[in-house]
């Protein structure tokens, strides 16, 4: 079975940091892309950074590039979202998704991705 379970959302003040983690398990996590989506309550749902697993090569959205980093341990099937400077606009429920890197075509985009997780919510309060 497929799974992507995404952990570590909560609230934080304005300036604070979190660190999301994203575990898969159920494929073959080394032929994956893995990026993260964000929704904010009644706007659209965007892609926010993702990563290749064949280059390690990362995309970041403008609004979070400089603030957040991701980064993938392959030994733990894990990719993670460090979150730098947050912001109140920041607010939203954060997903992880893959897709197989060949289709991997950044900015990542929500119909492109195969597999979801169920998201973890991120409240950045001002």
């Known amino acids: 079975e497929v799974q992507l379970v995404e952990s570590g959302g909560g609230v934080v003040q304005a300036g604070g940091s979190l660190r999301l983690s994203c575990a898969a398990s159920g494929f073959r996590f080394d032929d994956y892309a893995i990026a993260w989506f964000r929704q904010a309550p009644g706007k659209e749902r965007e892609g926010v950074s993702g990563?290749?697993?064949?280059?390690?090569?990362?995309y970041y959205a403008d609004s979070v590039k400089g603030r957040f980093s991701i980064s993938s341990d392959n030994a733990k099937n894990t990719v993670y979202l460090q979150m730098n400077s947050l912001k109140p606009e920041d607010t939203a429920v954060y997903y992880c998704?893959?897709?197989?890197?060949?289709?991997?075509?950044?900015?990542?985009?929500?119909?492109?991705?195969?597999?979801w997780g169920k998201g973890t919510l991120v409240t950045v309060s001002s």
């Open positions: 990563i290749s697993s064949y280059d390690g090569s990362t």
């Open positions: 998704a893959a897709t197989l890197d060949s289709d991997y075509d950044p900015p990542p985009v929500d119909y492109g991705m195969d597999y």
